[in-house]
């Protein structure tokens, strides 16, 4: 029945992180048997080294111990800092403003998935997210809008330099959870660094052809709202799943869920 209990919480997870949208339930089923204070302990708790109850989520996690303490970390710095400031940016934009936001983001993000569509030889994914580039930089208005989706075939790609990387066999190696930025793994942590010099090189283009000067206030200005609106996006809460195994249920949902991102 426990794993029951656990499975149930894993699948609540999966929903949270896929955007979906759904609120983790605290509610324990009598049928369950569970006492009234079993989910109450603290996420940060070691699990028991003699149980197996797990043993179906497990990932390969050497530095399991400091990568509870940055996962700590972080539902602190979320908690405290970016959602009162997720919070200010829904006060100051309304919901459409924030939408054109999001659609600018998300066309400006184009093209480093463009990139790694080419490296991994996905020629139909990069004709279509050349198009919906092409398509929301003129009817879309620079991006504000996302005409591009509205037709079935040009749906929004996602490709990384982490999954490039995992696509020509590199493993995903440890397991690291990623001060501020949360769950990843080594490979991925590169593919991030990857990830953000085609994102500055793209950018450092764009102010060029713009005539930008003074382009370190706008590269704040952007990164900033950058990471405001991606924030406001996830309706992930920390210690909101109702399970003293969220560290786990977190490392095990992204991983797998990281595995078929490379294989689709």
Request: proline letters at 6%; one cysteine or more; charged letters at 25%.
């Given at each position: 029945?426990r ?42 708790r ?30 602190g ?24 936001v ?33 398509i ?52 991925d ?9 085609l ?14 000067k ?24 920390y ?26």
């Amino acid at each position: 029945m426990r794993r029951l209990a656990i499975l149930l919480a894993v699948s609540a997870l999966a929903l949270l992180l896929c955007g979906c949208g759904a609120t983790a339930t605290k509610r324990v089923e009598p049928s369950l048997n569970l006492e009234p204070t079993d989910f109450r302990t603290e996420v940060n708790r070691w699990p028991d080294p003699k149980a197996n109850d797990l043993d179906f989520m497990e990932v390969y996690d050497p530095w399991e111990p400091m990568n509870r303490h940055i996962y700590d970390f972080n539902a602190g710095l979320d908690a405290y800092v970016l959602l009162p400031a997720v919070e200010v940016y829904k006060t100051v934009l309304p919901g459409p403003a924030r939408k054109g936001v999001s659609n600018v983001i998300n066309n400006l993000n184009e093209l480093p998935v463009l990139f790694n569509c080419l490296l991994q030889g996905k020629m139909k994914k990069g004709a279509i997210t050349t198009s919906r580039f092409f398509i929301n930089s003129t009817f879309g208005v620079l991006g504000l809008m996302d005409v591009a989706s509205g037709a079935e075939h040009l749906k929004r790609q996602e490709e990384d330099v982490g999954q490039t990387l995992g696509f020509w066999g590199v493993g995903n190696g440890p397991y690291f959870v990623m001060p501020a930025f949360g769950p990843s793994n080594v490979r991925d942590t590169v593919g991030f660094g990857g990830d953000f010099l085609l994102l500055y090189l793209e950018m450092k283009e764009i102010y060029r052809l713009a005539g930008v000067k003074n382009t370190w206030d706008v590269s704040v200005a952007e990164l900033v709202i950058r990471s405001l609106n991606r924030r406001a996006s996830v309706p992930f809460r920390y210690h909101e799943t109702g399970s003293p195994f969220e560290y786990e249920m977190v490392r095990y949902v992204y991983t797998k869920k990281r595995e078929l991102d490379i294989q689709r």
